[in-house]
């Protein structure tokens, strides 16, 4: 828990959002957080980035293939 020295510390910078508040008021923003991070809604949204990166990984396939050119796949590390 945060305490009620570090609340008046931080409380102009973090308000009372979750990473400030103890007891019931960290209930109720633990609470509202949590539907940001339900199993639907990081499935939804990790099914759109890897949509997105599939078709931009699919248009530089396209256009190496239409110009007759190699894509270098290996993965290089440093």
Do not use: C, P
């Amino acid at each position: 828990m945060q305490g009620e020295f570090n609340y008046d510390v931080m409380k102009d910078l973090l308000g009372d959002g979750i990473f400030a508040v103890d007891g019931e008021k960290w209930r109720h923003q633990r609470k509202i957080a949590s539907y940001e991070f339900s199993a639907k809604i990081l499935r939804d949204y990790s099914s759109a980035v890897f949509k997105s990166n599939a078709s931009r990984l699919a248009e530089i396939g396209l256009e190496a293939a239409r110009n007759n050119q190699m894509i270098d796949m290996q993965v290089r590390e440093g």
